[in-house]
């Protein structure tokens, strides 16, 4: 942290800080006239955090697909790894099923149940940040599950 001549504080945050948590930095002013060792302050506590406004980078294909043992209810849907460098990924939101479905973060495929006989399926999926926010959906093949 430096101080200018006006009093200004600045600083740079250390890489790996995370969006949402806590950090607290405590300040002291010493008069370098006296060797740096008076302090001319008492220490004044500073806590902020840092806000995460950007969604997770979701790019790619979604891909559905029949199972190796193929029923009239299931599908196979699988989806690119997100990124997410603020808050950190929280989960996988997928629709276009009979409900939607919720994923954690380091899924990335999943067999889709409950599914309708002889029906075609087309599944979006986004992904959500630790902080809420969401990345723009990406859309499966549209699949249809046996009769």
Known sequence: MTMSP???ISGTIAAGAFA???????????DRAAGGQDPLSDSTTFTWTISDNTPPLFVGNVVASAPATATDTTMNLSWPVATDTGSGLFEYRVTGG???LMFPAGTNAALITGL???????????AVDNAGNVSPALT???LSTTP
């Open 116 to 126: 309708s006989p002889s029906t075609p399926y087309t599944f979006q999926v986004v």
């Open 6 to 8: 006006e009093g200004e």
């Open 98 to 100: 009979p409900a939607p």
């Open 140 to 142: 499966s093949n549209t």
């Open 20 to 30: 949402g948590s806590p950090y607290v930095v405590s300040v002291v002013v010493f």
